[in-house]
């Protein structure tokens, strides 16, 4: 077997069992796993895995109304041999990701990583390049006597004191992404008691999400390992702050940066504006890929950082939108999606995001001017995006540019998913709502 060489890992490593993960329609990552020695027939011929699993709703029960909620058929999870990275290398254990086919090798049209591969494509056919990273937010917790979240670690916001705090699980985990091969921007303690943020560095939408799932499982590892758990869930508790899963993303054509270099608000040129305006435009639409769990919307409150209104602003954290300048940091100017969060799945969220995108390209819409402060506070009020899960499935279900990328099936069963959820909060008060996710990426 022809092993990858990454930052980390030598040649001569050889993997005794591997990990091959897919994320379904709810965001969960499920996975087979398969030995070193049958590692070379999982990236050529795949493994078994029936499409019932994007039937599933987040509690790990399958949806009866759901059209994949069936006993029939099968899929082939094909491992990707180029994007093998470690997991655990001292214990053998190794991770890949893996696209599912049909038995005869076929596409699977439902199937998210290769959608998000396809409209990566299809940008590339029309010489632009996107490239994008994600910011992942986390709670370190213990489970209290009533199965609250209690902070594992003390600290202030921001605190060097809350580094101290937690000196060897910061390093223990950033070892193990520098072991991975997974590069990294930045790492800091957030604003919340006992929550943390990771800057993932930018690459193509495939490497972007694909990063973004062999962290999260690496954060879990390494958490556990201190016998703490993270929590990744949008809202782990009504009292505390929520943590999101921001995507940020830069865009050129054949080369020439399509946000920067012109007279626009923030540097935009003529294009980018146009862009930007269709992206602004589209955001109800985008609203349940990016924040597909119902209690996503209890996270979406004004004044609070989490971005609930439908506006964009130039280095403003409270604008769903956010513009980032070229400056001398020397990067690219490019944009920041704040309403996601890690209930995400990341493959469908980039496709989402690329199909919006080529289509703002193609019909640019006006842009209206940048939002100053806190939309909330302004004199005219800000329109607010969806206020719930229901409200955001029924904009993506009426979006003609996101089910013509998508086709029937995915766009289809994804909305068919959205529903689930919608029916499985409507039965749970706001306390059972949050409890029922707030140990994600637990599940069931």
Request: net charge negative; hydrophobic share 45%; aromatic share 6%.
């Amino acid at each position: 077997m022809t092993m990858v060489t990454t930052s980390g890992m030598s040649a001569s490593d050889s993997p005794r069992r591997v990990a091959v993960t897919f994320v379904n329609h709810a965001g969960a990552v499920l996975v087979k796993v398969v030995p070193g020695t049958r590692f070379a027939a999982a990236a050529q011929l795949g493994v078994g895995f029936s499409p019932v699993s994007d039937a599933w709703r987040i509690d790990g029960l399958p949806d009866d109304g759901h059209p994949l909620a069936v006993p029939d058929g099968d899929l082939r999870l094909v491992a990707d041999a180029a994007a093998l990275r470690p997991l655990e290398p001292a214990e053998g254990w190794f991770w890949a990701p893996g696209d599912r086919r049909h038995r005869d090798g076929s596409p699977y049209a439902a199937d998210q990583r290769s959608f998000c591969r396809a409209r990566r494509d299809a940008l590339a056919a029309e010489g632009m390049t996107l490239t994008a990273g994600f910011e992942i937010e986390w709670l370190v917790a213990e489970p209290g006597p009533l199965g609250e979240a209690m902070p594992a670690l003390a600290g202030g916001p921001y605190g060097a004191d809350r580094l101290m705090e937690g000196l060897d699980y910061a390093g223990a985990l950033l070892d193990a992404l520098d072991t991975a091969g997974l590069p990294w921007l930045q790492f800091h303690p957030e604003y919340g008691a006992a929550q943390f943020e990771l800057s993932l560095a930018p690459g193509d939408p495939i490497e972007a999400a694909d990063r973004l799932v062999l962290a999260r499982l690496l954060i879990q590892r390494v958490t556990r390992r201190f016998g703490w758990r993270a929590s990744f869930s949008p809202l782990p508790e009504a009292v505390r702050v929520g943590n999101g899963g921001h995507v940020h993303l830069s865009l050129s054509r054949r080369g020439v940066p399509l946000l920067q270099g012109g007279d626009g608000p923030g540097g935009l040129p003529p294009a980018g504006e146009g862009l930007l305006g269709a992206l602004l435009e589209a955001l109800p639409a985008l609203l349940p890929i990016g924040c597909p769990l119902a209690v996503s919307y209890r996270r979406l409150a004004p004044s609070r950082w989490s971005a609930p209104f439908q506006v964009w602003g130039v280095e403003n954290r409270e604008a769903a939108l956010r513009l980032v300048p070229a400056a001398a940091d020397g990067v690219d100017a490019h944009l920041e999606l704040k309403t996601a969060d890690l209930g995400a799945n990341p493959y469908l969220l980039l496709g989402a995001l690329q199909a919006l995108v080529q289509e703002g390209l193609r019909q640019p819409r006006p842009l209206p001017e940048p939002v100053r402060g806190d939309p909330a506070q302004l004199p005219r009020p800000a329109q607010r995006l969806p206020l719930d899960l229901a409200a955001a499935s029924a904009a993506f279900a009426a979006s003609l540019p996101l089910r013509q990328a998508m086709g029937p099936l995915l766009h289809d069963t994804l909305v068919a998913g959205q529903q689930a959820e919608v029916r499985r909060a409507a039965a749970l008060d706001p306390e059972e709502l949050i409890a029922s996710c707030r140990w994600l990426p637990l599940t069931g």
